[in-house]
């Protein structure tokens, strides 16, 4: 920068969030200030114009998509069914996921890692979320220690039990299915067994990979499950 | 960013296959899509149909989407891809182009009206005719960035452009925009 601030800074600026480096040369700079007076009637120009309804547009995206999605999934999105040990098994592993979810995260720093203890659940990181915040890298991923990766272990463990019970129940009531029904559902889980594959390939020991892998199991049982209802309502 | 913690979930729940995922992504990223393409297309069925295929593509790709932050400017780059495909073929079947002549003299109503009117209509269509002065590319740029609020590195990754290209686009963009919207602004005030 040799003088003027940055385009993105000044936008900033006239978005009302400028650093104090930025106001100050603008106060004292007559072409920055008219930069920024112009980003704030672009802003505002484009803050009028109206949204467009696109709440017609969706039927023709669902027919299009019609071969790849399974019908009823979208009517019934909650999960009504008591598969009761396969819960138990999954919500185990989900409170182990997150009690675990700070800890790989947190840097070093002792200040830092009261701080995010005392931030609220809903502000914690999630993984796959871009937040701003510094990502771990390298090092940190070398750095885990044995509890963590033992406790991970064994919740994915949990999920793949539980997934494995849920295949065996949908393979029992599979031969009773419509065929082509039944190769849409052996496609949905085929695929969702294949990216399962692949991202646990890839996560190694990194631990936040790792937690996406098990928010996936987590998707993967709850297909399973929609799956599976929709077998029973359909066999006779 | 716009994206929160939820979208991340929805991507997931929709890779594997979850409908009723696919359709909340939809509901709230169409908007933004759909306009996107009326301004490139300036054609209310065309864009609607435009917005329909960017959302059938964007399902078949899903995987390739790494970053849930990224899903704004990753739809508009799909979107703007749906309206290349859309303009060649409006030049097979012989129909004129949009209006991608940067030398052509804009086509506005200067006319004064009401205060309302101003409000309610009339920045929207100086603003409308200053944007189709621009180049389909230029265009592009200027609308994801001010628009749609994405970061000028998010509009190099959809549009396929260097970041200093991206930077020099937007502001030779936003010098023909004032040019453009100066007689109004200067009458407003």
Redesign the interface.
């Known amino acids: 920068m040799s003088g003027h601030p940055e385009?993105?800074d000044l936008e900033q600026l006239a978005a009302g969030d400028g650093l104090a480096a930025t106001v100050a040369h603008v106060e004292g700079c007559p072409e920055c200030a008219q930069e920024v007076a112009?980003a704030k009637?672009?802003?505002a120009?484009?803050a009028?114009?109206?949204?467009?309804d696109?709440?017609?547009?969706?039927t023709?995206?669902?027919q299009?998509?019609g071969q790849?999605?399974?019908q009823k999934?979208?009517r019934r999105?909650n999960w009504h069914r008591p598969f009761a040990a396969l819960a138990s098994a999954a919500a185990a592993a989900a409170v182990l996921l997150f009690a675990l979810r700070p800890k790989p995260i947190a840097p070093a720093s002792s200040s830092q890692v009261a701080q995010n203890q005392n931030q609220p659940q809903?502000a914690q990181t999630?993984?796959?979320?871009?937040t701003g915040q510094p990502q771990p890298g390298p090092h940190q991923r070398s750095h885990l220690d044995p509890k963590t990766l033992a406790a991970l272990d064994t919740a994915e463990t949990d999920y793949r039990h539980a997934a494995s019970v849920l295949e065996a129940e949908y393979d029992s009531l599979r031969p009773k299915l419509d065929p082509a029904m039944a190769k849409r559902w052996d496609e949905?889980l085929t695929?969702?067994r294949t990216?399962l594959g692949e991202s646990r390939a890839v996560a190694a020991d990194d631990v936040r990979a790792r937690m996406?892998v098990l928010?996936?199991y987590a998707?993967?049982l709850?297909?399973l499950r929609?799956v599976i209802q929709d077998s029973e309502e359909a066999t006779p | 960013?716009e994206?929160g913690?939820e979208t991340?979930?929805l991507l997931?729940?929709a890779?594997?296959?979850?409908?009723?995922a696919?359709?909340v992504i939809?509901?709230r990223q169409?908007?933004g899509v759909?306009?996107f393409l009326?301004d490139l297309l300036r054609d209310d069925a065309a864009?609607?149909e435009g917005?329909?295929e960017t959302?059938?593509r964007a399902?078949?790709r899903l995987?390739t989407l790494e970053?849930?932050?990224?899903l704004t400017g990753w739809l508009l780059g799909i979107a703007r891809m749906v309206f290349f495909e859309h303009l060649r073929k409006k030049r097979r079947d012989g129909l004129p182009p949009a209006n991608d002549d940067d030398s052509q003299p804009i086509q506005i109503d200067r006319s004064p009206g009401p205060e309302a009117a101003l409000l309610a209509g009339e920045?929207?269509r100086?603003?409308d005719g200053a944007l189709q002065t621009l180049t389909e590319d230029r265009r592009s740029a200027l609308l994801m960035r001010?628009?749609h609020d994405l970061g000028?590195g998010e509009i190099a990754t959809a549009m396929g452009w260097s970041l200093p290209k991206v930077?020099n686009e937007i502001?030779r963009a936003?010098l023909q925009?004032?040019e453009q919207?100066t007689p109004y602004?200067e009458g407003r005030s």
């Open positions: 385009i993105d112009w009637a672009e802003k120009l484009f009028r114009r109206a949204q467009p696109v709440s017609a547009l969706w023709g995206v669902e299009r998509l790849a999605l399974p999934q979208k999105p809903s999630q993984p796959g979320q871009q949905t695929r969702a990216q996406r928010d996936g998707e993967y709850r297909s929609d | 960013m994206n913690p991340a979930e997931t729940r890779r594997a296959g979850d409908a009723e696919f359709r939809f509901h169409a908007p759909r306009r009326g864009a609607d917005t329909q959302f059938v399902h078949q995987g970053q849930p932050g990224a920045a929207e100086m603003l001010l628009d000028y930077k502001h936003r925009l004032r919207l602004l």
